[in-house]
Nanobody
Framework: QVQLVESGGGLVQPGGSLRLSCAAS????????MTWYRQVPGKERELVAY????????NYPDSVKGRFTISRDNGKNTAYLQMNSLKPEDTAVYYC?????WGQGTQVTVSS
């Protein structure tokens, strides 16, 4: 049974940092690219980070480039999203994704 379980969300002040984790099970994690998306109510899900199977290639949209860093530990079957210099517009539910599988999401709220 495939599972992706996100954790690490919460409330943070503007300019703060959070680190999200995505624990994977039920599939061969190292064989799949991993991505993080986010979604706010009424809007489409937005890709915020991509990482290749080995971690050698990453990609980000301009909206988060230089502030977010995706990484993975294939030995621990876990992907991470380090988010720095957070802005109120980063408020969303964050999801990790692999192949056709999605986690349940973790809420990130950036507010003073």
């Amino acid at each position: 049974q495939v599972q992706l379980v996100e954790s690490g969300g919460g409330l943070v002040q503007p300019g703060g940092s959070l680190r999200l984790s995505c624990a994977a099970s039920g599939f061969t994690f190292r064989n799949y690219v991993m991505t993080w998306y986010r979604q706010v109510p009424g809007k489409e899900r937005e890709l915020v980070a991509y990482i290749s199977t080995t971690g050698s290639t990453t990609n980000y949209p301009d909206s988060v480039k230089g502030r977010f860093t995706i990484s993975r530990d294939n030995g621990k079957n876990t992907a991470y999203l380090q988010m720095n210099s957070l802005k109120p517009e980063d408020t969303a539910v964050y999801y990790c994704h692999a192949s056709s599988f999605w986690g349940q999401g973790t809420q990130v709220t950036v507010s003073s």
